[in-house]
Antibody, heavy 121, light 107 residues
Framework: EVQLVESGGGLVQPGGSLRLSCAGS????????MSWVRQAPGKGLEWVAA????????YYADSVKGRFTISRDNSKNTLFLQMNNLRAEDTGLYYC??????????????WGQGTRVTVSS | DIQMTQSPSSVSASVGDRVTITCRAS??????LAWYQQKPGKAPELLIF???TLQSGVPSRFSGSGSGTDFTLTISNLQPEDSATYYC?????????FGQGTKLQIK
């Protein structure tokens, strides 16, 4: 059974930074592209970023490009999201999700339970 | 970016009914469309991918159709546990985008 467990969320001031982690188990981690998806309080889903299985190819939403960096450590089965220059509109629940493919994720098959990020002064 | 528009935003139906949710893409995405179900306080779950392929373990009362720009999710024989918000997502090109969601209430 695939399990994805996010961590690293918290309260941060505008302009601050956070690093989210997503630990995977029950899968050959390097064989899957992964995504981060977020959900603002009471709102819909927003795709944030994705990363190929090797970690060499990245994709970002325009809203986070230049501020967020997605990466992975396949030796530790862990996905990361480094978030810099955070804004109030980055507040939400951040999910990591396992895709179907190795280069691009396509549909997200498995999801973690999310880690909450609050950007407020 | 490709915009995804779902309709209706909310729908109410009774147990045993059939419900159809529509998703329209702002440009052609072939069959690169996924549908997700999200219950309150829970992570989304994949229902259907490439427009019409049922994810393993998903009840057969869920079905998807369409290609190009117009897609539908149909839920037949509604059950109480189908009460949830449903999202479409295009996986044709980056940035991947979601529809705004359709909230399904069981009367």
């Amino acid at each position: 059974e695939v399990q994805l467990v996010e961590s690293g969320g918290g309260l941060v001031q505008p302009g601050g930074s956070l690093r989210l982690s997503c630990a995977g188990s029950g899968l050959i981690f390097s064989q899957y592209a992964m995504s981060w998806v977020r959900q603002a309080p009471g709102k819909g889903l927003e795709w944030v970023a994705a990363l190929s299985g090797s970690g060499e190819i990245t994709y970002y939403a325009d809203s986070v490009k230049g501020r967020f960096t997605i990466s992975r450590d396949n030796s530790k089965n862990t996905l990361f999201l480094q978030m810099n220059n955070l804004r109030a509109e980055d507040t939400g629940l951040y999910y990591c999700a396992k895709g179907q493919g190795i280069i691009v994720p396509t549909a997200s098959v498995d999801w973690g339970q999310g880690t909450r990020v609050t950007v407020s002064s | 970016d490709i915009q995804m528009t779902q309709s209706p935003s909310s729908v109410s139906a009774s147990v045993g009914d059939r419900v159809t949710i529509t998703c329209r893409a702002s440009k052609g995405i072939s069959s690169w469309l996924a549908w997700y179900q999200q219950k309150p306080g829970k992570a989304p779950e994949l229902l259907i991918f490439v427009a019409s392929t049922l994810q393993s373990g998903v009840p057969s009362r869920f079905s998807g159709s369409g290609s190009g720009t117009d897609f539908t999710l149909t839920i037949s024989n509604l059950q109480p546990e189908d009460s949830a918000t449903y999202y479409c997502q295009q996986t044709h090109s980056f940035p991947y985008t979601f529809g705004q969601g359709t909230k399904l209430q069981i009367k």
